[in-house]
């Protein structure tokens, strides 16, 4: 059974950083492609960053060279660090675990991020 824990989310200043982290279990991570998504209210669940399982990155236009996703197959954790955040940043972030040509594509329960002053 694959869980996936987002932790790390918060009330942060405009400006200032947040490092997300999604655990994983039950699933070997380095064959899935791991991915952040974010939902405002009253908007669509979207893409932030997307991370292959060989390595290669994603990013949404509106947070390109601001965050930056990782990911340590070892210990079954991703992260996403977050730089100059805006409020239009604020959002549920999700964490997403998704295997390539198949069915497999499971979430986590999201982290509340908000920043304001």
């Known amino acids: 059974q694959v869980q996936l824990v987002e932790s790390g989310g918060g009330l942060v200043q405009p400006g200032g950083s947040l490092r997300l982290s999604c655990a994983a279990s039950?699933?070997?991570?380095?064959?899935?492609?791991m991915g952040w998504y974010r939902q405002a209210p009253g908007q669509q669940r979207e893409l932030v960053a997307r991370m292959s399982s060989g390595g290669s990155s994603t990013y949404a236009d509106v947070v390109k060279g601001r965050f930056t996703i990782s990911r340590d197959n070892a210990k079954n954790t991703v992260l996403l660090q977050m730089n100059s955040l805006k409020p239009e940043d604020t959002a549920v972030y999700y964490c997403n675990a998704r295997r390539s040509f198949t069915t497999d594509n499971s979430w986590g329960q999201g982290t509340q991020v908000t920043v304001s002053s």
């Open positions: 039950g699933i070997i991570l380095s064959i899935y492609d």
